[in-house]
């Protein structure tokens, strides 16, 4: 059932154009002046509002030119009998009127008016539901085209000891060559929306089997791992089956900055993945949720200190004392430490100096394909 707001100063007008709309099953508020008007919009949502242009301030123009920002789906019509064409095409023109209705106007006139107009809202509504959908159906179809072509690697970004700088390991990330996923984050979101994290996980867990062939026998490899994946026991021992021969090998990164603990049948995956020899990583610590429980409750061999705490660290004495207090949780929890995002000497020096264990950033190497050949 619309709603409609009504505003005029006549109260013999308001009267009847209320009860004209009531009587076709329409909701009717009614108005005498532009601040009531505008009040009244604050209060509730309207489907379309007949406002008369000599009103009381603020007038009939400035009411729908301020309706249309608070809410912009309600149509909006004016109702004059002297205003300017100009001043009207203007209005209309920047979309703060859809029809003027010029006074004095019989019942059929302003029935016809409101009908058209609230037509025409129902009808751009179901196009842009329809370019939803569409968008939303062409999303799922690109990224099945992605994963069924392999349109996607895993480029590698060394990891390194603090101390000497020399190479432990790497960590695989998602890279797409899909033209509709210009970013690892799109394509995980595309996956999110349609259900498919499980499917990516598969293809990610492909990519990593062929990765550790070509790998320096030593190397750790880091490999994430989205905390949805963790709902489904049966499905992460399928997935990981063919990675067991190099499991000492793997650390399964899981991201801090969702709610893992929230995942229903976490602790099972995590006791899966701990004893069939996979090490577990905590990512992004200090930039996500409970980070302490986290911590406790995964026993991770390592944690992966936030880019945005490594950041000028050398010159930043507050975030100095932050990491003294993350160096005090790896070793309180029996973590190594690891500190992503180091971009200069300075900030190697620092943390290392203040008790890193490993260093990832791009001082050290940005994230290539160039080891897969």
Known sequence: MPRILVVDDDAGLREVLSSILLRLGHEVDTAADGTEAL??????????????????????????????????KCVRLLMSGTLDLPVVVDAVNRGEIARVIP???????????????????????????????????????????CLL???????LQPLVRAIDHSVIGYE???????????????????AEAHGMIGRLADAV??????????????????????????????????????LAAHASRIV???????????????????????????????????AGYNSLSVLAELRAAFVKVDMTIARDIDSDTRKQRLFELLVSVAKATQAQLIVEG??????????????????????????????LG
């Open 149 to 155: 072509s392999g349109a996607f690697t895993l480029a």
């Open 172 to 190: 695989a990330l998602l890279r797409s060559r899909h033209p509709g996923f210009d970013s690892p984050l799109a394509m995980i979101s595309a």
């Open 342 to 371: 180091i971009e200069t000497h300075a900030e190697a020096e620092m943390v290392t100096r203040l008790g890193a264990d490993f260093l990832q950033g791009y001082l050290f190497g940005r994230p290539t394909v160039g080891l």
């Open 39 to 72: 009040t009244r919009t604050l209060g509730a949502d309207y489907d379309a509002a007949i406002v008369d242009y000599q009103i009381p301030p603020p007038n009939g123009l400035d009411v729908l030119n301020r309706l249309r920002e608070i809410q912009p």
């Open 205 to 242: 867990a492909g990519c990593v089997e062929r990765v550790l062939t070509v790998m320096p026998a030593d190397a750790l490899l880091f490999m994430n791992s989205h905390p949805a994946e963790l709902n489904d026991l049966e499905q992460v021992r399928r997935r990981l089956e063919p």
């Open 103 to 145: 006074k004095p106007f019989d019942r059929q006139h302003i029935l016809s008016a409101l009908e058209g107009a609230l037509e025409g809202r129902a009808k751009l509504r179901e196009v842009y539901i329809g370019s939803l959908r569409d968008g939303f159906d062409q999303q799922h179809r690109q990224l099945e085209e």
């Open 252 to 286: 399964v990164e899981i991201t801090e900055r969702a709610d893992v603990l929230q995942i229903m049948n976490w602790r099972h995956a995590v006791e899966f993945l701990t004893q069939a020899g996979f090490r577990i990583a905590v990512d992004d610590l200090g």
